[in-house]
């Protein structure tokens, strides 16, 4: 069986406007991961904590909605109104690093108390109307938080673990630990998708031979880097031609502006977005440095649109130098 391509949440990016932009152009994603529902307020009904995962707006692409919090009582209401909207998998986020959630014992900040993780998984398990998975990191303070996380996990019918390895307080960057995954993999139970700095077919494949128990990858930054590499790692024999490459990338843009224009009605806030998106987006182009620098300076949508209009006729694209396959920050 081939394996499964996952779409990385990744909170300000990968939400509903951009896996709908992003379906009309592109393939080879299986399905994607919601960015997070926080379950800390209490209107878990309304619709802005959902309108990411509302049905008609994920029509062209499959998604697993992903919730942050600790109490079990507010999964089991968000997931009786998952299983409403038609949802039968909804994934809990234990790998979220930023501290005003690991400060409250959230996301990668529950990972130091695997007993708390217990806690949480007895009471909610049995009155979840749908699957579970889990996201997680390997640790919060240390990798070898990992040891005792399997054991918990491996007690619950999970559909899948999804393992990002590295530690909460590491945030997005820094080494992997793998040599402290290797030895524990073959300890979980549950199918394993992974997830971190798929960037190329030379990372997957490395990754690939490295754990050939792990039968989903999951991909973030690569995909908003290069949109093509999910087709890419499912088709080794795809080609990027130049004038194709060009066109699907200026029409993606076009939907993405378009969609975040109606989403957002305020100028401002379209600027904002389109900004973040072209931190990753300037790798497209040889001149991604000046690009970007020319691009954040602006204050005035129009402005903003003509220059990124400039580069896709002018600017010589990136794909090929081999420069979309160089290591990928966060913005
Ligand atoms: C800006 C940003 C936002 C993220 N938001 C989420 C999130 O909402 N839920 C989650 O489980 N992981 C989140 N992540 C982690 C990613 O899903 C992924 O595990 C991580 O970025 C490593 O994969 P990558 O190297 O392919 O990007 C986020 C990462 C980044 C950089």
Known sequence: MSDTIYMAPLQGYTEYIYRRAYSHFFSGVDV????????????????????????????????????????????????????????????????????????KKRGSGLLPFPDRIRHILDKMMPGLPLKLSIKTRLGLNSPEEFGDLIEVFNDYPLQCLMIHPRIGSQMYEGDMFLDFLDPLICKIKHDIVFSGDIRDQESFNTLKA???????????????????????????????????????????????????????????AVLNKMKDYWSYFARWFVDEGDIFNQLAHHNNLSDFIEDTKYYFEEQALAAFEGRLNRPVKVS
């Open 32 to 103: 994607a991961v919601s960015p997070f529902i926080p379950l800390a307020e209490g209107f878990i009904y309304s619709n802005k904590h959902l309108r990411d995962v509302l049905p008609e707006r994920n029509r062209r692409m499959k998604v697993i909605p992903q919730a942050l919090g600790n109490d079990p009582v507010k999964f089991i209401q968000l997931a009786k109104r998952l299983v409403e909207m038609g949802y039968a998998h909804m994934d809990w986020n234990l790998g979220c690093p930023k501290g005003t959630v690991t400060r």
């Open 210 to 268: 490295r754990y050939p128990k792990v039968s989903g990858w999951m991909i973030g930054r690569g995909i908003l880097v290069n949109p093509f590499l999910p087709q890419m790692l499912k088709d080794p024999a795809f080609e990027m031609k130049d004038w194709d490459t060009r066109t699907k990338l200026l029409h993606f843009h076009e939907e993405l502006l378009c969609e975040i224009r109606y989403a957002y009605k305020h100028e401002h």
